[in-house]
């Protein structure tokens, strides 16, 4: 069900978290704690305002499953921290470049109407 005041469904929160999660690891490995915190303090925005601990903790599990993204454990393996693969760090490029391509486009698109 759609919210009518933050116009974001689960797939698109989903998407954009998981391309959100992967920008935050390549600028700098953390834990899952450390970015549900991070995405804590940005509570008025649509993507985090019901943004919980199992979102973040689905993303970074499927980011894993794809090898975009890899776990290191420390503390004699009770925790573990995040960072980009090579292939995850290829996937982020192209992935901005076309973001930015379709939202250039989706602006042009707009400002006809």
Known sequence: ??????????KLKH???????LHSLKKKP?????????????????????LGKNDVYNV?????NKGLIKETYVDSGKKKYYTVTKK???????????LMKHLKELQKLLNEG
């Open 60 to 64: 970074i599990s499927a980011l894993t």
């Open 15 to 21: 998407s954009i978290l998981m391309f959100i999660i």
């Open 1 to 10: 069900m759609l919210d009518k005041e933050n116009f974001i469904d689960e």
């Open 30 to 50: 953390a834990y899952p704690y450390d970015l549900l915190r991070k995405f804590n303090s940005h509570k008025n925005h649509p993507i985090f305002s019901t």
């Open 88 to 98: 995850g760090a290829d996937m982020l490029k192209t992935s901005k470049l076309l």
